[in-house]
């Protein structure tokens, strides 16, 4: 078989690898659109053999769709075993319609060569159109070799027709539609499956006396060298049908119908998990040489009655140790009025997570908590010999090290060591069916875990089951052990009970991690509310009949509103309180005091009907369970370092929320809502720190004692002009332009009063203009709200303003001077209070301001080459910056 013979070396090759490529990951793959139906076995079949395949992108068969001429070309080669020469071929399509480079030239010439196919009465082939009923029976009929029988029979179409019907070819439901309507895919797929197995004419003599006769041959084994056979799967690496397996982790026994067990190359099907069922199995062998190799497995329903059971859904099971037993259990618990019952053999076989174990208790199944059972009666004696128990044990994925191939569990019950060179353990990991590798673990992921052995330190054999599942939402309704969530019903894992986490009440809200049998085997509660945090500035109820509780909030995006509440408000975990009684809540939860950091929900109305304060922690860790002040500093407070981005032990990002709130101060006005770049470095603060992540970042930082200055590791801003404009509220506001790091930039500011010359508690309303220098801060709208003036245009000329200062508190100094000595990379300057000094210029961002130049040029980045000797004939001065004790930037200032 040509097809199969290229794609099993590379399966044999690749068997162990996860990851097989698309093109071979065909075997346990069935397209959802045919379970179920007459479709499912032809389907199966012929993706395993690659005859037919699914959607690309969905996998769904298309039933109902049609085939083009073209893309039946390509099926008639593959059912005749042609392929790999259709797609070796360089021939071209003897039809003037089928242009050079057509994707299916390779499979219209092999169909035509064979006699397949032929044009039609103007001598195209049409590749772009449907196939219809007839022309698709035609070309099966003569890929089966009885053509001659078809033409003696009235030829096309009627003469295929009727031939087709006598072979065999249109049984198993084959739609017979007019035979110039399309056939559809379903119909195709069932005539190819049909003509696999149905004997083949041969010409057996030739010359004027030839004859035609039916031989002992068919598509499958001849042409495809696939066999079908039937038997029982015996063994497969976990384990055999009574205990330990020496077969490698890609084989498995079959005890074929003819008595002989036979390993088998697992290939690409799931053969491994059809332990102790009687299957159909199709098997790829090129010569007796070589390896034979499954394509497809399914169950024998003729032979097997299988029966599965949630752990949920069972009631009881009787019988004292050495006798049946009898297995009570619930089709359906909210609609049946008794259980169902099945009777298991005294002797029956028992299989614990995959593997054979003769010691294994089945009065375990009264307590069995997570899984299932299936139950097996391969003889149809309506009595189970074979019993397999699943249960799972979850891991809530807190870490994946790839160094030590270790799985950590947030609730601690298990965590998993599993390392590809441990030669006493076989284990896999699965996502949807796929294998996949440790490294594709992320947090959160759910690991269902089933193990030959209850305790960890005993289980040889361990599968992964990963789910990625959730549901985000609210629990509206609980029902005795499920939770309503969006409108369906969730059952709560035993590992979320068992490690003590918070209980599942009403109005319980996040992101909820389900595991593979779609339970809630964890709940992340800041996922949801948690990102919505304003400070609560203060809250009353007003109104005389109605009391409506009235809530003033500075918000993350730095503005301060007043909010209605809901007529009933939920506080933390308590629902439908009154107004008052929310307020009450509300100043329990500070102590007695209103002000304090929240996080809010509203109604479809706009009014606030959740309120969640913090909950104080103080492990100061991440405690990711509730919305968490987990660290509120003490006197001296915290010192930032710049370097490592941390304020103290924790870390501030790009993401981390800064509400700038003086302590005491209940005037909005003074606050403001920035970002890490408030942070100046080896300066301390005196903070309170929320929502910290596993990595100790603070997701909301709440600085109490900013003096408001700017941040004096920031560069300067030399500017070149200042105009007006709206900002997103459609507010008119002040923009400025300049340049800073050697850019020009433009931001507006936070109002129209901000860019002004004054500084600090100076009261200068004077515009800012083109060559100050500036540095400034903005808020988390990237909108400047402080501006420092380091540098005033207007004493360009001024002899006192020539000085040296350090700035108090910080590491920056500025200098404005003239220029005594000039070197290669260096400059000396004379200011009024300081001496000639020599400054490095090698790091230094240069820039010149010219008052002389025109508007808008009066302020360019230049380099150390401008920068001359102080000249009283061309007179210009120097500013220069320093941090840390170098330069970073210089401004040339034409006096």
């Not at 102790?276 to 009655?305: F, G, W």
Request: glycine share 8%; hydrophobic share 40%; with cysteine.
């Amino acid at each position: 078989m040509k097809t199969l013979k290229r794609m099993t070396s590379f399966v044999i090759a690749c068997a162990m690898v996860l990851g097989l490529t698309a093109a071979v990951t065909h075997g346990a793959e069935l397209p959802p659109d045919v379970a179920g139906t007459k479709y499912e076995e032809p389907a199966a079949l012929l993706k395993a053999l690659e005859i037919m395949v699914g959607d690309a992108e969905d996998g769904a068969f298309r039933l109902e769709d049609g085939i083009l001429r073209s893309e039946f070309a390509k099926i008639a080669v593959y059912l005749s075993g042609l392929s790999e020469v259709a797609e070796a071929s360089s021939v071209s399509a003897q039809f003037p319609d089928v242009v050079a480079g057509h994707w299916a030239t390779g499979y219209i010439s092999v169909a035509a060569q064979q006699g397949y196919v032929i044009g039609d009465d103007t001598g195209t082939f049409r590749p772009d159109d449907h196939i219809t009923y007839a022309e698709a029976v035609t070309v099966i009929v003569r890929i089966l070799g009885y053509e001659p029988s078809a033409v003696s029979n009235g030829g096309f179409p009627t003469g295929y027709t009727v031939v087709a019907g006598q072979i065999g070819l249109l049984k198993n439901g084959v739609i017979a539609t007019g035979a110039d309507a399309a056939v559809t895919r379903g119909t195709v797929a069932i005539m190819a499956y049909n003509a696999l197995t149905i004997d083949m004419m041969e010409k057996t003599s030739y010359g004027a006396n030839e004859s035609y006769e039916v031989v002992d041959k068919q598509i499958l084994t001849e042409k495809l060298d696939v066999t079908k056979m039937y038997g029982q799967v015996v063994a497969n690496s976990k384990t055999n049908l009574t205990g330990t397996s020496t077969l490698r982790k890609d084989e498995v026994n079959i005890k074929t119908d003819g008595g002989d067990t036979v390993t088998y190359r697992t290939g690409t099907t799931d053969a491994a998990d059809y332990l102790a069922r009687n299957v159909i199995y199709y098997v790829y062998q090129e010569s007796e040489n070589t390896d034979a190799v499954l394509i497809l497995v399914r169950n024998n329903t003729n032979k097997d009655e299988i029966t599965t059971v949630a752990a949920s859904d069972i009631d009881r099971l009787t019988g004292d140790a050495g006798q049946r037993k009898t297995l009570y259990y619930w089709l359906n618990k909210e609609t049946d009025r008794k259980p169902l019952e099945i009777t298991i053999k005294q002797d029956a076989t028992v299989f614990y997570n995959g593997v054979a174990n003769p010691g294994y208790d089945l009065a375990n199944l009264n307590t069995l908590k997570s899984g299932n059972v299936t139950l097996v009666d391969s003889a149809r004696t309506d009595e189970i010999g074979y019993v397999f128990v699943t249960e799972y044990q979850n891991i809530v994925v807190d870490d994946v090290s790839a160094a030590s191939h270790r799985v950590t569990d947030k609730y601690n019950l298990l965590s998993l060591t599993l390392d590809p060179a441990d030669r006493n353990i076989q284990f896999s990991i699965t996502k949807d069916g796929k294998a996949i590798g440790l490294t594709d673990i992320a947090e959160w992921n759910i690991l269902s875990v089933a193990m030959d052995q209850p305790r960890l330190e005993n289980a040889t054999v361990i599968d992964v089951r990963v789910s990625t599942q959730t549901v985000t939402g609210k629990i509206t309704e609980i029902d005795d052990e499920r939770v309503l969530i969006n409108g369906t019903f969730y059952e709560v894992a035993y590992n979320y009970t068992e490690a003590g986490q918070p209980a599942l009440v009403l109005e319980t809200e996040g992101t909820f991690y389900l595991d593979v049998e779609g339970k809630i085997a964890a709940v992340d509660t800041t996922a949801v509310a948690g990102s919505n945090y304003a400070y609560l500035v203060a809250a009353e109820t007003t109104g005389s009949i109605d009391n409506v509780l009235q809530l003033e909030l500075f918000g993350r995006n730095g503005e301060t509103v007043v909010m209605d509440a809901a007529t009933k408000v939920r506080v933390n975990t308590v629902s439908n309180l009154t107004s008052e009684a929310a307020l009450t809540a509300i100043k329990t939860a500070n102590g007695g005091n209103v002000p304090q950091l929240i996080t809010y929900e509203v109604n479809a109305d706009g009014k606030i009907y959740y309120i969640d304060t913090a909950e104080a922690n103080g492990t100061g860790k991440a405690m990711k369970t509730a919305f968490s002040k987990d660290y509120v500093s003490g006197e001296g407070g915290l010192e930032y370092k710049s370097a490592s981005r941390k304020l103290g032990a924790f870390n501030v990002s790009a993401d981390t929320v800064v509400f700038d709130i003086p302590e005491g101060d209940d005037d909005t006005d003074n606050y403001a809502v920035r970002t890490m770049a408030m942070f100046v470095d080896k300066t301390s603060y005196d903070v309170e720190i929320y929502d910290l992540t596993d990595d100790l970042t603070a997701k909301v930082v709440i600085v109490k004692n900013s003096s408001g200055n700017t941040n004096a590791e920031s560069p300067i801003a030399v500017v070149t002009k200042l105009s007006s404009a709206q900002n997103a509220d459609r507010v008119t506001v002040g923009k400025l332009y300049a340049i800073e790091n050697g850019e020009a930039v433009e931001l507006l500011a936070k109002d129209a009063s901000t860019l002004v010359k004054a500084d600090g508690g100076a009261t200068d309303t004077t515009p800012l203009t083109a060559g100050d220098i500036i540095q400034y801060t903005k808020n988390a709208r990237g909108e400047i709200d402080k501006v420092k003036v380091l540098f005033d245009a207007r004493t360009r000329g001024s002899a006192d303003a020539l000085l040296y200062e350090a700035h108090t508190g910080t590491e920056m100094e500025t200098v404005l001077g003239r220029v005594s000595g000039k070197f290669s990379a260096s400059v000396n300057v004379i200011a009024n209070n300081m001496s000639e000094t020599n400054f490095n210029l090698e790091k230094a961002i240069v820039y010149n301001y010219d008052f002389t130049k025109p508007t808008g040029s009066q302020v360019t980045v230049a380099d150390a080459s401008y920068i001359t000797k102080y000249d009283d004939g061309d007179a210009r001065r120097v500013f220069l910056r320093l941090y840390k004790g170098e330069v970073a930037e210089v401004v040339i200032i034409k006096e």
